[in-house]
């Protein structure tokens, strides 16, 4: 394996190389055109910034507890990376750069199946006021329940490696992340998942190191615009073995007291590493350098 990952590390780099041969910076743009617009949001005025990166999940899943969630809405995760650190910690891995418009990891909406009455059994609250809040909700047709997958962290903590997602090796893509349930009479602050205790996705395009292995994808590589923009296609990005906590929040100050511990029972959290998957597929990935992008306006 430690040969294998040599050689598959140096052609990596020998791939990049050709693809990305380093050119003189050449100043910032407000926007970019053709195949570059995809990189409008690249901080690429951020001395940092090697590359862009902009890449669309458009299928897969997410389960949570007992819950599965598919992805039907695309998640877009963009901004820039910088260059692959040497330190044996860290080795081959790039830092995210957050998104100039500040939106690294899209708050794309996904619908619950079942909705609220697969959350909630307004007869089984006790306290008389919230259950006719919950009936109220029901009787309003407001059942509806999105999952949204958000950044739990700042961006930096977002760990990249380009040579493990096109090698089906070791971490793709490693992210802390929480998922916000909402609907009105969750209220607004309904989270699995907090900065103190996210959801730690550590995404691998190879397989996973489980008791229960799933398998990622690669996907397919293709250049575009002159060598200038790599481009990974139908990437299959996977994990199962992260743990979620307790649901927080649900309801608001005092009725989270009530509804906390019923979302908790009914989507099964907290739940340990192997019971949670999250599957990212049909995963399209654009990364070119910010010398390179900063050429088309």
């Known amino acids: ?52 990166l902009h890449s669309v999940t458009n299928g897969g899943s997410v389960k949570l507890g007992k819950k599965l969630v598919p992805i039907v809405n695309p998640v877009t995760l963009e901004g820039g990376i910088t260059e692959e650190s040497e330190t044996e910690s860290e080795f081959g891995f790039s830092r995210m750069i957050a998104a100039k418009n500040g939106v690294t990891l899209s708050k794309t909406p996904q619908p619950v199946p079942g909705g609220l009455a697969g959350l909630v059994n307004c007869k089984e609250i006790s306290n008389i006021l919230v259950r006719i809040s919950c009936e109220v909700t029901f009787e309003n047709g407001l059942t509806g329940v999105n999952s949204t997958l958000e950044l739990a962290r700042p961006a930096s903590e977002i760990r990249v490696s380009q040579s493990n997602l096109v090698f089906e090796e070791g971490i793709a893509l490693e992210m802390p992340v929480r998922v916000h349930l909402e609907n009105p009479f969750l209220g607004s ?40 923009i790599l481009h990974v296609k139908g990437s299959s990005l996977v994990d199962n073995t992260w743990s979620a906590p307790h649901a927080s929040g649900c309801g608001g100050p005092i009725i989270e007291l009530i509804l906390d511990p019923i979302i908790d029972a009914t989507v099964g959290v907290p739940s340990a590493a192997g019971v949670n998957v999250a599957k990212l597929e049909k995963v399209n990935t654009d990364l070119a350098l910010v010398s390179q992008v900063v050429k088309h306006p």
């Open 189 to 228: 602050g309904c989270y699995v998942g907090s900065s103190s205790s996210p959801l730690q996705w550590k995404l691998t395009t190879g397989i996973t190191n489980s008791p229960t292995p799933i398998a990622g994808k690669g996907g397919e590589l293709t250049f575009t615009s002159n060598a200038e």
């Open 1 to 52: 394996m430690g040969k294998q990952r040599k050689i598959a590390g140096g052609l990596s780099a020998a791939v990049l190389a050709v693809a990305f041969a380093a050119l003189t910076f050449a100043g910032s743009a407000s926007a970019f055109s053709g195949e570059f617009a995809a990189f409008n949001n690249c901080p690429t005025t951020n001395s940092s910034a090697w590359k862009c």
